[in-house]
């Protein structure tokens, strides 16, 4: 009995190590979460019963007791040393090139290039394979033991997989948290009293110092295993071999390593992941370039514990900490009161920063965002930066943000209708409001060539105009008395004014500024109705008939064409000769698939979407940006929009490959 016990718990802890191994390295689980539980408890329960078959490696043993003290020092077998950094593609080209100087000219040398994760970096002990102690770098000399903790990170082996492990190795790699756990972890900690973490390179450092292990536990800690220290029993060739051993050994190794012949192809791998780094869930702070052969390294070998086959190449940070100088309000076209950040300037991924979008008073409040406090900013591909939050605890004296009660330019009360988030002015003749109408018009809708927000600023000031039709009213004349105008540029203004009454009916409708019709919007309902007479009759039911028109944005279009001033605006348009009929271009199609209305995800192999969606609209099909239940199918590519594909599946909406789609085309 005791010894069918012994196998069973022997056979379970091997089970369990792959289950783990498979979940967290491959990604690639090998069994249910229930069937895991399953086995993890019958181990607990054998264990329970005998004591004596407890080992060390254990998957029950992940988490210890309380430690009392502080965290002991350790000495590494071998130092960990740190990386001289790189920020331009010249000095990577110059540091092959000291390189091959070094290792004299003619021979080849081959680079491993992997992502520099922005965690903590660790330095594992495993002797006979087993996982005997953990300590943070520290100095580089002596680290922290922190080894209770890292035994309740999942991705972390307590015994290495295969037979035969080496008699000593000391695994080096990064713990990280994910952005995903990031962002968790905070809104947990936020309906507490702690501190939030203000970044997750931070976080995951405070998850490592716990003294209780069962904290550790509950974030989501995980690891990236770049090398090796001291070992013994186990050699190797060169960087990119002993990744490939890692891995085979349980261990999590980054999938983005790669091994490049030419300094070339490093520079151009450098290049395209600072856009590429968005992708990841986790923080990348540059890229590491390594020298691939272990004998070259030695060759090589360091100066001031650098070494001189590796660079880090780094990026500027995509975050910083700034002072939040104020709330300030504009109010957009539409009425919207939109918040926005003054901030003290800070450079951000190379950009000076000194303002940054905000949403709206209550997503503002629940980041906790405050004036005075120090901020996180952070800037995503090309996107305007944004607020992440406070750095820290907030300043004395601040206090949470409130909308102002009038609108900061005309003084009429603010409305907040009911359902939505966004605070309003309602007063339709609020100057904020006509000067962002015109402002849309010549620098979107219309696009007048010749006349930007400047001038209409001046125009406005002047009083000359106020609204779209005095635009169009405006005369050379009137222009004349302006410094800065001769008599070409008044003409040439004048002329590209009028020339913009020629834009399409969809364009109009967009600058009228109705609520919630934008561009695409805008398209649609232009080619629905083919008409303005036709428009403004229809009924909340009619316009609901087109996709992507629920009955809140149908509502405000009905509404909008109720008022007598905005038929009236119509009317004065129509009059000083724009255009309210949809050309040719924009006329419904009548075809085999009229009626019907598609949506497209991920990428085409043989055409581009917007092909794709030509061809569909030729036969009569709409083609909407969105899934929704009147949506008749859902075409997939690769790499699809998760969001979409979940929604049509709820919706019961169907899902066509590209090659259904080519049938659908050619019947
Ligand atoms: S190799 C001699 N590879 O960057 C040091 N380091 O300054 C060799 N890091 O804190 C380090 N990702 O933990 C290496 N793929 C990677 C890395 C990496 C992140 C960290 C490392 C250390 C710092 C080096």
Redesign the pocket.
């Known amino acids: 009995m005791g010894s069918s016990s012994a196998a069973r718990a022997a056979e379970l802890r091997e089970i369990l190590a792959r289950a783990l191994v498979a979940y967290h390295v491959e990604d690639d689980p090998i069994m249910p979460d229930a069937e895991y539980d399953g086995l993890y408890d019958e181990l607990v329960e054998l264990e329970r019963r005998h004591p004596e078959l407890v080992t060390p490696d254990s998957p029950t043993r992940r988490v210890g007791a309380p430690l009392s003290d502080r965290f002991q020092k350790v000495r590494h077998l071998s130092p ?4 001289e950094k790189v920020t331009t593609e010249e000095s990577i080209v110059k540091w092959a090139e000291d390189v091959r100087k070094r290792l004299g000219s003619d021979e080849p040398v081959a680079y491993v290039v ?4 922005d ?1 903590l ?1 660790v330095n594992l002990t495993y002797e006979d394979g087993v996982f005997v102690r953990g300590a943070t ?1 520290g100095d580089g000399i002596q680290g922290e033991d922190v080894t209770p903790n890292l035994r309740t990170i999942g991705a972390i082996p307590l015994r290495m997989l295969g037979d035969d492990p080496p008699a000593v190795a000391e695994v ?1 790699g ?1 713990v990280y948290l994910p952005l995903s756990g990031f962002r968790e972890l905070n809104e947990r900690l936020a309906g507490t009293t702690q501190k939030l973490a203000p970044n997750p390179r931070n976080a995951a450092a405070g998850s490592l110092r716990q003294k209780n292990s069962a904290i550790t536990a509950e974030r989501p800690l995980s690891t ?1 295993i ?2 090796t220290g001291h070992t013994e029993g186990v050699v190797f060739g060169g960087q990119f071999e002993m990744l490939q051993w890692l891995r085979e050994r349980g261990f999590r190794t ?1 999938p983005y390593a790669e091994r490049l012949e030419t300094i070339e192809e490093v520079a151009i791998a450098c290049r395209e992941w600072e856009t590429r780094r968005i992708e990841l869930d986790y923080e990348i702070d540059g890229i ?1 370039i ?1 020298v691939d052969s272990l004998d070259q390294q030695r060759r090589l070998g360091a100066l001031h514990s ?2 001189r086959w ?1 660079r ?1 190449f780094k990026w500027a940070p995509m975050t910083a900490q700034t002072r939040l100088l104020e709330i300030l309000i504009r109010v957009g076209r539409t009425g919207a009161l939109n918040p926005w950040a003054l901030l003290e300037p800070v450079e951000v991924g190379g950009v000076t920063v000194s303002r940054a979008t905000l949403h709206n008073e209550e997503d503002i409040n629940r980041k906790e965002i405050r004036e005075g406090d120090l901020v996180i900013v952070q800037r995503a591909g090309d996107v305007i930066p944004q607020v992440v939050g406070p750095a820290g605890p907030h300043q004395p004296g601040t206090k949470r943000f409130r909308m102002p009660k009038k609108c900061p330019l005309c003084g009429v009360d603010v409305v907040k209708p009911e359902g939505e988030v966004m605070h309003r002015c309602p007063n339709r003749a609020c100057p904020s409001r006509g000067l962002e109408t015109l402002n849309n018009w010549v620098m979107a809708a219309a696009d007048i060539e010749g006349v930007g927000e400047q001038s209409i600023r001046r125009f406005w000031d002047l009083g000359l105009v106020r609204s779209l039709p005095e635009l169009y009213r405006l005369t050379e004349e009137q222009l004349l008395e302006l410094e800065g105008f001769g008599e070409i540029s008044a003409g040439n203004t004048i002329r590209s004014i009028e020339a913009s009454k020629q834009v399409p009916f969809s364009r109009v409708l967009f600058g009228l500024n109705i609520p919630k019709v934008g561009w695409i919007m805008a398209q649609n309902l232009a080619r629905h109705f083919g008409t303005v007479d036709r428009l403004q009759d229809a009924t909340q039911e009619e316009i609901q008939e087109i996709d992507g028109f629920g009955p809140d944005r149908a509502e405000l279009i009905v509404e909008w064409f109720a008022d007598e001033q905005n038929r009236a605006l119509v009317q004065e348009l129509r009059e000083l000769g724009l255009r309210f009929e949809a050309g040719e271009e924009e006329r419904p199609v009548e075809g085999p698939l009229t009626g019907s209305s598609y949506a497209i995800t991920g990428t085409l192999e043989n055409s581009t979407r917007d092909e794709a969606r030509a061809a569909l609209e030729a036969l009569g099909a709409k083609v909407s940006d969105s899934v929704s239940g009147k949506t008749t199918g859902l075409i997939v590519g690769e790499e699809p929009g998760q969001s979409k594909v979940t929604k049509a599946q709820r919706a019961g909406v169907p899902t066509l490959s590209e090659a259904d789609l080519d049938a659908l085309l050619r019947s």
């Open positions: 960990m040393g740190s990386l992997e992502p520099k994760i965690g970096a770098r080096r990064e990236w770049y090398g980054n590491v390594k650098c070494p590796a880090a």
